[in-house]
């Protein structure tokens, strides 16, 4: 499943995709994109959390610009780039984006993906597009807004400000700072407290909280219907009742 640009390692509840690509920053190219729906495939086959990370001190450093900038028109309407980061948006479980180094372009885009990004004192992430002639076309035009709000979405977006890792960690955009060594210890201690839920639940809050306005409430009552008919839920409220009748009444 695994190809030379991205090496995947599974756990029992998780799943490592590393790109592979240091020679060139981890660049996203067609070979990449190709792996990454097929790690896509199995992950929706088999719900897992997802470690996406970099190899040789890079998240990604953008597309592969000498691919970039072969393409035409009919390439920017196939939505190379933008349908893979929304396969990997809609994946059943959470993902979680280790960013070291720079995050740019189309790894910036990726990043936004993802449901958590935790960086390192060294991640720079930003989207350097207009500066090539072009625009960020794979998501960062309308989520960047969702996630950062839209006066600096519109200074990275439109003035090419690329934000240091505590800016980012300031407005959200990161989650954690680590330091490099222990920035995929940090993402398995984030994956630990995910797995520590009930996965179907998991699943369905992500489902739902992604869910469009208008679906609401009927959504949140249908997702809540089947969980209240499984046997985990009920298996994990009698333990809670027995734990809280173990330490008595409070004081």
């Known amino acids: 499943m695994s190809g030379p640009s991205l090496l995947i390692e599974e756990g029992a509840d998780r799943v490592v995709w590393r790109l592979n690509r240091p020679e060139v920053r981890n660049a996203i190219d067609r070979e990449l994109v190709a792996a990454l729906h097929e790690a896509c495939a199995a992950v929706e086959a088999d719900p897992k959390v997802v470690l996406l990370v970099g190899e040789g001190g890079t998240f990604a450093a953008g597309a592969d610009i000498a691919q970039l900038r072969e393409r035409g028109r009919e390439d920017a309407l196939r939505g190379i780039n933008s ?59 309308w989520r960047l807004a969702e996630l950062v709000g839209e006066p600096l979405a519109k200074e990275i977006l439109l003035a090419g400000r690329v934000l240091t890792a505590e800016e980012a960690r300031d407005v959200r955009l990161l989650h954690e700072v680590a330091e490099p060594d222990d920035l995929l210890a940090a993402g398995h201690r984030l994956a630990d407290r995910i797995a ?25 009552d249908v997702a809540q219907a089947v969980l209240f008919e499984t046997e985990e839920k009920y298996a994990r409220m009698t333990a809670f009742l027995e734990r809280r009748e173990r330490k008595g009444p409070r004081p």
């Open 83 to 141: 349908k893979i980061f929304d396969r990997v948006h809609r994946l059943p479980m959470p993902t979680i984006a280790l960013l070291d180094g720079y995050a740019l372009g189309g790894g910036a885009e990726l990043a936004y993906a993802c449901d958590f990004r935790i960086g390192t004192p060294r991640t720079r992430i930003g989207n350097p597009e207009t500066g090539l002639g072009i625009l960020a076309a794979a998501g960062a035009a």
């Open 196 to 220: 520590a839920q009930a996965p179907l639940a998991t699943r369905l809050m992500k489902a739902v909280f992604h869910a469009p306005r208008q679906a609401h409430p009927f959504v949140d």
